[in-house]
């Protein structure tokens, strides 16, 4: 009784039980809100969040819970807000919560502060919100629900019936009927790699063979033999046929990754990077002739490095968001274009401008005649910076010369900063 106290008390146990029966809560501005009045979607107002199901119950906002970040416990208003922006992308995620603290802190606002959460965290907390995972390293468990776990595991382990790591599929009996999981995020979990114990680590299934081994003890075997006076008999070896067939492997060369800036007021966008980078001409993100590639997640440019490899052309992967990065991809950033907002970096492995430039080179781009932004200038000799000329939308592109040797610069930069840091012609650094 006391562990379902525990649990009707919690505000993050409740967001998930609302959840779960489509009874979102409702904010508002009182704890007891009985009059139309008093509700108010605005979270820059609202101070209180009101549940309805399964009692009615009130939690101010500003209310800590169980969700830790950067070792401090995250309020309930950051908690709803990132559930609200669930299926916005990081950048408009980030923007959302610069406006909303905006309006806390001005007059008539509710106060506090929306705290920001990386792709990480607010991906490991979407996902235990929905119920598609019962556990969360972010989130501490109640006292009460540990106590209860750690009794019911160290008796399932004495009676034999637990031991290693056992994979639950999500259809399994037991899960919530007609449960739908966001594609994105299935796709996610299709990508992970299910872990094992240590028994099932220790048992492989590639063959391996030995003959090698048994060459070289018959030199040696063989060396005392004539030292003896006994001629040294070489057995024949004749391998494993299933050891034959086993194909070679060959290493396939990583390709580099481009990072750019998502922001509008950046001058180099998906739309327009591949035709500015490939054929040398600017042409503005939002024009006609750009548009063909603005809703491209992903786009490909081949370029022949010479001081790398001068026989294949080296392609080069162009994203503005690292969601779908796996961890070594970080080792294959050689470029980051960046407009001098540091919320870029947010989601990134360094979150810090001086040491992301240690690790790939720093590109901003600007208008020809404008200052560089003072903080683009802070951050030392690892950000290069570029200016192509005004656009005239009466010229077009014709006239625009310039744009080449901006281009080549910046590919020669890009050459050197990859040739300092390790790349070759079979493949990058290692992971950094």
Known sequence: MATSDAFQSDPLYRLRQSIASNSPPIPTT?????AAADTDSDLAIATYLQFSEPAHDSFPLNT????ISSDKPVDLRSIYFAWQKKDVAIPDYFASAEQLNEQLSAR???????????????LDLITWLEGASDESEYIKRLESEATTAEAAGSAQVASGAAGGIATVPSGAAGARPGKTIDPRLAEIY??????????????????????????????FLGRGRHRSGHPSITPAIVPSPSLVSLPKKHGRRPDPIILLSPSASSLLRMSNIKAFLDSGT???????????????????ISRLVP??????????????????????????????????????????KWQNPPDLFKNALGIYVGWRGEDVPATVRGWGRGVMSAHVEKWNSHAGTQGR??????VEGIWGAIEESMRNRGWGKDGGPIAR
């Open 30 to 34: 009182s704890p007891d809100a009985t």
């Open 64 to 67: 800590p819970t169980r969700f």
């Open 108 to 122: 008539g606002g509710g106060g506090g502060k929306v705290q920001h959460l990386v792709f990480v965290e607010r």
């Open 190 to 219: 299709n990508g992970e790699r299910r872990m094992g114990d240590r028994n099932s680590i220790l048992r492989g299934i590639k063959p391996t063979d030995f003959s090698h081994i048994r060459k070289t003890a018959e030199t």
């Open 282 to 300: 600017y042409e503005p993100a939002d024009s006609a002739s750009a548009g063909s590639s603005s809703t491209a997640n992903i786009l490909h």
């Open 307 to 348: 001081s790398i490899d001068p026989q294949r052309p080296l392609r080069f992967i162009l994203v503005d968001t690292p969601e779908q990065f796996k961890p070594d991809y970080w080792s294959r950033v050689v470029a980051v274009f960046t407009t001098g907002q540091t919320w870029q970096f947010k989601s990134y």
């Open 401 to 406: 010369w310039r744009d080449r040797e901006v």
